[in-house]
Each structure stands twice: as C-alpha cells, then as structure tokens.
C-alpha cells in the first residue's frame, strides 16, 4: 500500500502551516497526487469531508462509510482511506487536511479525534450545520487568497471554532455504525487511559492491567490501529501537549517538562526532539515566525 | 456620574457568561436601563460597536468618536461612555459586551485591550470586514436562540475568532486619533510593562524607574486611567492569567503559583479569593459547571 507521508507538505496553501481546504470549484490537484488519494493508502494527516448536498462513498479501514448532504466524514492518521469509484456530479462539498503540528497550535484538544464513539461520521443541528458551512467558506476562502493576506492567528482562530463545532456535534448527534469490535474497543479505551492520564506518565503495564490484557495483546491492538507502540503513543500525546503550552503560553522547559511529568529536563528535551524532530529553542524559534507574517 | 456595575449580569443572555450581542432588530433593553446607558457613565465591562452602514457618535472620556460604516469601536472597563442624542435612523450595527470573566476563557490576551496606539476605533480589510459581519451574526444568532442552543465552549470558540480579527485588524489598520498626551502614553507604556514582565512579578517601584517617572507619579497615572492602583493593576492582570490557565489546563495550585512567579502558593490562594471573589477550587467548580450545559 502506498504511504503518502510528506504529501500534505506538497500541497499546502500556506507557507507556515500544513493545511488545505478546498470546495468543488478550487480543488485543483495534479492528476497523479488525485490518484493516489483515490487509491487505498495510509494517510498521514487529519481529513475531513462535508457534505453540502449529494452524498459520497469513502472507504476506511476496508469499511465503506456513506455521508449525505449536512454530515461531516473525518479520518485519522494512520487509518487506511480510499475513495471508491462513483458517479460524482451532484455532490457538493468541502475538503479539509491538516497535519499534527497544526493541531498543537489549537489551544484545546479535541475528544471526537480520540473517535471514542466509534463513529467516523457526524450530523448537525440546523443553526450548527449553517456555522460550519460559513467557517468553510471562511477559510477556504482565506486559504486560497493571496499570501499576505494568510494571516496564521486568524486561520487558526476559525479552524478552533469549527473544530469546535466538530467536538460538540460529535458527542450530541454521532451517527453510529455498527460492527464494534473487541480489539477496537480495548483501542478506545487505550486512548481514552491515556487521555485521561497522560500527565501522570502512567506506565504502558499500568494501562494493561487496567484493561485486563497483557502487554503484548496491548501493543498488537495499539500498534494495529494506531501504527506506533502504546509507549510511542504516550509520548506523542506528551509532546502535542510540549507543542501546544509552548504555543499557548511562556513556559520554560524546565516547567513544562514538570507540568507534563518527567523529572528530568534533559530527558524532556531529548524526548521533545526525537519526536518532533525540532529542539525546544527551534520550535519556539518557528512560532515567532509563525506569528511574524 | 453614574456606576454600571453589575448591569450586564441583568441584561447578559447567557446564564452562565456575561455577555450580550445584539443588533438593531433584537436590541430591547428597558427604557430606564437605555437612558441610564446613553448618559455619562463608568463601564464596568467590554463594549463593542461594529457599524454595518451609517454612522454614529460615542463619547468616550470626554472625546467625541465617530464611527462609519465598516468600523469598530471598542471601549474599555473603567473608560467614562455616553451615546450624546443624535439621530439614528439610518445606522445599521451590532453592539457587544462582556466582562472580563468571559475574557479569561478566551485562550489568548488581546494586546489591542491595552491599547497601546491609543485609539478607539478600528477598520478592516474587505476579506476581514466580511468575516467579522458573520461572526458576529453568528454570535448574535446564538445568544438570542433558546437556552439549550446556548453551548459555552462555541461561544467562546467564535468569540475568540471575533477577537483575533479585531486584534489583527488593530495593528494593521488602526485609525489614528489625535491629542496623544504625555500621561496617556505613560499609562500604555506602563500597561506594555507589565503586559510584557508580569510573571516575573516586577515590584511597582521597578517599573517607574523603567518610565522614568516616580512611584507616585505612576500613582497618580494609573489610578486616572485604570481606576485601580498599579499594584492592583498587576494583580489582576495576573489573576486574569491564573484563571486562564486553570481554563485551559490541569494545572495545581503550586504549579499554577510557581508559574505565575509566586514562590509562596498560599499568598497565591489568598491573592486569587480577594481578586476574583472565588476560591481555586470554586472556580474549578464553576468551569466544570460552565462546561456541562
């Protein structure tokens, strides 16, 4: 299966943030990047569909999933996504990507992409469906302005509402789906463990246990869903969460490596570059110049 | 002159946030609590105007303002306001209040409340003049929905957007004012002192010497334009930040202390009951309430 790592990075219409939103009408995309995203892949980033009128078949994770006019349809990473062939004429909607990093630059995180309802699709109320389709339009049209006119704040000031707007619809009208699995719910409640607990720098054996499974049977489901070990898991987690109070906040490292639980600075920092592949001093380097334009 | 404390919790239009949005069709108020707000009077919390078409006069400090078409004005908590008679069929606007509780939640300080370019009145691009309208329709809209309708945390999230295009907006495209006095730039540059140092604690006497005035000069310039004494001024700016980060996330009372440049977490508690009127915990109280309607 194709891996389309880095292909967000192609193509992104802002020079700071990986993001990307288009409607019908703006949706330009090379006939081979529009291949790959039609055929079945990995995705490396957020994806969102919204459907204004007509209904679309997606695939996820070989689950044909079937979103109609005013419902929302989101992907996580590491899920696999494919778009079957279909008759597309009468469909209206807006398309959504964007990356990690742009998530830690929001100032809340958002429960609904622990997706622990088990539901990939979301409907609205109609005053809510009418706000999401205005911050659509909102910035779908700032994205596809000229380049001085990308303000990042602004862009991501009306990505948290809409994301917003996701969170809450999700846990008051969420489409169920069937086929709940047993391996899928232990994953739910892996994520929702580590949600809940993060901070405390629970051990990956203290998770099982609360689970009642053995830490291999923890590792196969969390690396089947997830892609990464419950360990790596748990450090992303903590580093979304370095991200964002860096972001958010003027916090030395020393403190924040305390508020997120590690006792040792160093250990923090190490940690912080292995995975974001940024020191702390060059991360907070890329939001003054984030913020600079 | 006339004291307006506590008028908006009577006229707010959520239970549990202060605040109020409303436009030219939906803007009943009492006819004792309008003429109590077109005369001379302190305000005691945050007031907008977005002028949609027309055009209108405030008072503000004894200056006469006027506001066109496309343009916001803002006035600040403790700033003297009166609307002087004039005729007002043809304006078109949305008017706005909050207090500063409802500021707190936002995720971000707006360094235009300082109003370091002392000015009032703010314009907007064409692209930024669009979205502020349906912000502000959309708040509007929500507000005067039924009460279950009335989520806090989309409130919050599209009044954060609104806040971020007036901030942008501000700095990009003020409309200078004149008769900048020597006092009123003293004052911003003392709000920018504190504003910039206000974790590290710096004492009052410090920050004179940084303005080259003395203590009680600085005093005197605080008091007139704040209200409040430049020790006081400090402290609230500082429990603004607590009440902040206790919003946005799960921080202890020592850390949160330590944080703020407290080294004494008990002076802390004390300093936050006396300012807010809550206690640590009740606020904690009162988010878990805000949160679960």
Redesign the interface.
């Known amino acids: 299966m194709q891996e389309i790592k880095g292909l967000l990075e192609q193509i992104k219409q802002h020079d700071k943030l990986a993001i990307r939103v288009s409607s019908n009408s703006n949706n330009y995309l090379p006939a081979d990047v529009m291949k790959m995203l039609t055929q079945p892949h990995r995705k490396a980033n957020y994806f969102f569909v919204f459907v204004e009128s007509g209904s679309v078949t997606h695939k996820v994770d070989l689950k044909d999933l079937t979103i109609t006019s005013g419902q929302l349809f989101f992907v996580l990473p590491n899920q696999i996504h494919s778009v079957p062939e279909q008759k597309k004429d009468d469909i209206e909607c807006f398309k959504m990507s964007f990356d990690q990093n742009c998530l830690s630059l929001l100032?809340?995180h958002f429960l609904f992409l622990l997706n622990p309802l088990n539901s990939q699709i979301i409907s609205f109320?109609s005053?809510?469906r009418q706000?999401v389709q205005?911050l659509f339009e909102?910035l779908n049209?700032?994205l596809h302005?000229d380049n001085d006119?990308k303000?990042s704040?602004?862009i991501l000031?009306?990505l948290?509402?809409l994301m917003?707007?996701f969170?809450?619809a999700y846990f008051k009208n969420v489409v169920k789906e069937k086929s709940e699995t047993n391996k899928l719910s232990k994953y739910i409640e892996f994520q929702i463990a580590v949600e809940t607990h993060f901070?405390e720098q629970h051990s990956v054996q203290t998770i099982a246990d609360h689970l009642s499974i053995t830490t291999n049977n923890l590792y196969n489901i969390v690396k089947e869903f997830s892609g990464v070990s419950p360990k790596e898991f748990i450090t992303n987690r903590l580093m979304l969460e370095a991200q964002r109070?860096l972001f958010?906040?003027?916090?030395s490292v020393k403190?924040l490596a305390?508020?997120l639980g590690f006792s040792d600075p160093d250990y923090f920092s190490k940690l912080f570059k292995k995975t974001t592949g940024k020191s702390v001093t060059q991360f907070v380097g890329s939001i003054q110049d984030l913020l600079s334009n």
Chains 1, 2 share one sequence.
């Open positions: 100032p809340k109320n005053d809510s706000r205005l909102i049209k700032i302005a006119q303000d704040e602004i000031a009306h948290n509402a917003t707007e969170n809450n901070t109070k958010y906040s003027d916090t403190e305390y508020e």
